[in-house]
């Protein structure tokens, strides 16, 4: 076996080195050039026809322009690079076979045959082969204007329309400045500079994700929710299409950010508003798409290495893609690993308690070193005078004595409930991107896309012997070889430290093709299959007690228990034989075939309707195998079909470009869900855009969304135990039959959202952007588990929750307290967004603001109680937001140098639950200050690295640099962590290094 290890090892290997000198052979592939001194639109005629490119350009724009002489060996980047050294004109690309060439300031009013993805640079000189990048444009402002249904003229002569680029939101072809809804898009160039190392810990820092939900919590799972909204209310799409609730977050029905690698990252995109009309279920409180890399050209390597107090991480990543005639690829491959953070490591966490003097102690005496009493709590110790208890000191080693324990007579060892936990896993992800695309001929090409991570996560966290002066779980006999006592004595602490072993793996196939036709037409079919794989083991996580007492009762010393020691109890191997393993096992499976068209089949004077017309179906199967959800085969089948109609009504024209545009344009959009368990949803949207100048935009919209029941909120199976509970009608307290689990009668939670918005972006080079934008988010019929005696005091609202013998007076005989639709939000607020860029002999200064502010924020969760107040106002079911969490950041760049600072920015709110007093603590009010400086190297520096280095860049920064540390919060007292997880970062100031190089 080890041999064939190595064999596959080494043919894997092999394979991968072959792929990477293959596709970096293509990504410089050579044309021999000998092109004379002649009109510049020759020459690019020729580079494309030699290269096996389009290259597109409006003779208007070359019209008297001379191209150098051009001999020897070049890429066709290359090439072009130098034709077009020393003029004002840029080409970038359109897909991997077509390249456009245009005129500064172009590149904001390009309209693309679909949205490229990177904002890399191709080859050295001072002009450079750029991507077209739509996450270049923030569609909260808008661009500038562009022709309705420009086209392009091929070096060849040929004519044909070009596709605008597609942002989140929409399916219909548009520029980003014409999506109906505030698109807030962050490049690839903002994730690096926040210094963050996942998806989630970077969607955690943006404004519009007021409450970070810690991973701990979600056990070491991560997601994303938009406004404080619940879980899964937030749709996850990667590449535009949706991804489906992770398996073993079935309870809480979200997708896992971790199964994103963060190195295949290019942009994101968030639409903080309902949009069920466009993607389906789960969107009530909009959508993040994450937009992968593409268009990988030559060889890439980045790595990462970060640090905090006490907690370690690196992040690596290889890159490298290319085209061979028709075939274009690429592969991206990221390795990322982080230490466990302990709540010892941690000064609010490792101790629980005085932090406010109102409080009273709430540290725990299960601790470690270990606590010893007396059995019934009044009999002294011997030895001790009249002392019932005593701590272990925390320097004992071998075999204690009395005089060990009369130091400590009457004190105890405590510490913080967390002390021993992870905070924060420790962690090794493992990612890979595939993709590849095949031209067929000038209309269609074949694409496939595969995505496969692998997250292995521990979870560490002690098992105890539970204790205290007025009770003991375990008690030590006298005849225990190591009780210096003579007589029987109660004992508390650690018995041993498990851990609990997590690991996924993810894989996501898409396979489609799509084209061109009747000219101004565009389609898509494709399908895709992803497929989860989550197993967890608890190991030593059930406490054989028997085998526990037995071992403590032993006059064996190799089979005995030293509870007076600060150190391992025993032998490891004696230790793991007292606690049983509990093995858990999650899998779902999704399989998509979606397909649209879509295009402009009608021409107004005001300018072409835009129309897409689509529809998905998919079958989803999930099987659970734990002891906490058993979920055995469950399968749910979806189809759908939607419609998106765009409508100019009103254009103006523009004497000094002799283009007109539109003023004035009405989106409709409208989908139909059909799943197999609780029937259809009908979702509409519609919305307006105002442009009464070039610069000046206003936006309305209103849409619906839902969310569909998740799987084990239909059918978890049914377990029945006696619970007490006060019978209102008859004034008693009774145990009773209470059934908990699914219900199979669940209906859509629902929603309605309304958007405002007003924006400008000027058109010279200070680039300033402002924007403003009002949402209001409301859904009803949330799905929840109401507690047992909310339910039997309103019997009349849930008909057959409370089973009573005889009529309505009679004693209650069940309580079925299973999954309902109950509950409602309402939640508006305004986002701002501002920023300008100043060009000085000093370098350019950008200035940027974005802040959310939260309104309101309206639940109504209890039955027969009015809603409550969530704006500024924590709450231990996560359901709230602060009233303001923005971000203001400066950025210098000068060359290849650049500075950036930002200070993220939190408002004051109170805390989740009140002192004994019955005050509340003020908590909130602060910024945390994140830095980077970044330097890209002069190509003739770095030579040494190897003939061909296109770019090298290093940088450094700090994440919280001045270490702000959490502020008590008496959050799920009195056993939570003592500090706010949702809104601090346990980790502290983190300091970290990068360095990229690509040829």
Known sequence: MPGATRSRTTSVLSIATLLILLLATAAHAQIRL??????????????????????????????????????????????????????????????????????EPAPRRVRNAGATNSAASFGPGPVSLRLAAAAAVSSATGDEDSPAGSRTEFANGQTVSLAEVVVTGSRLLAKSSDTPLGVHTYSRDQIDKAGESSVSEFLNTLPQVSTADPSLGNGGATTVRLHGMPNGTTLVLVNGRRMSPSAAQAAGDFFDLNNIPLAAVDRIEVVPSGSSAIYGSDALAGVVNIILKKDVSGVTVESKYDASSRIRGSLTSLSLGGTVGNLSGSLILSFQKRDNLYGSDRAITSQGGLAVSELTDANYSSCSPTNVFSVDGVTPLPGLGGATYAATSPHQVGSATLASYQATANTLNSCGLYKLISLLPRTKRTGALAQATYTLGNSSEIFAEMLFSRVEQVIYGPQYAFGGPDFQQFTASPDNPFNPFGTAVGISGSILTQSSPFATNFYRPVLGVRGQIFGRWGWEIAGSYSAEYSNENFQHSVPDTTAIQNALNSSDPATALNPFTDGAWGPQSLLNSLFLDQNTRYRTKTATVDGYVRGEPIELASGPIGVVLGSEANRTTLDTDSPFLDLAGLSRHTYAVFGEIRVPLWSLWN????????ALAVDLAARYDHYSDFGGKATPQISAEWRPTRHLVLRGSYGESFKAPALAQLYLPTTTSVQPVTDPVLGTTQFVPTVVGGNPALRPSTGHSYTLSLGYRSSDDRHLTLNVGYWRIKST????????????????????????????????????????????????????????RVSTKLGNFTPS????????????????????????????????APRFKGAASLSWSLGGLSLDFTGRYVSGYRDYDPLPSGNYLQLGNFWLMDTEVRWRIPTQLTRGFGAGVRTSEIGIGGVNLFDRRPQYSNYAAPYGPGYDPYQFDIRGRILYARVLLSW
Do not use: C
């Open 781 to 836: 019929n949330s799905v929840q588990q109401l507690t047992l005696q909310q339910l039997v005091n309103n019997e009349t609202v849930f008909p057959g929750a409370v089973v009573r013998q005889s009529g309505p007076t009679s004693p209650i005989i069940q309580v079925n307290d299973i999954f309902l639709n109950y509950g409602s939000f309402d939640v508006d607020g305004v986002d701002y967004d501002a920023s300008i």
């Open 849 to 880: 603001v974005s802040l959310s502010q939260t309104l309101s924020y309206r639940a109504s969760l209890l039955v027969g109680s009015p809603p409550t107040n969530r704006a500024a106002q924590a709450n231990d079911d996560g359901y709230w």
């Open 34 to 103: 000998d092109l004379p001194a002649q009109p510049l639109s020759q020459s690019l005629t020729a580079v494309g026809t030699l290269g096996h490119l389009n290259v597109m350009f409006d003779p208007s724009i070359v019209d008297g322009l001379q191209a150098p002489a051009l001999k020897g060996d070049l890429s066709a980047d290359d090439a072009l690079t130098r034709l077009l050294s020393g003029t004002e004109l840029h080409a970038i690309r359109v897909d991997a076979n077509t390249v456009r060439v245009i005129a």
């Open 655 to 662: 004497n000094l470009e002799h283009t007109r545009r539109e």
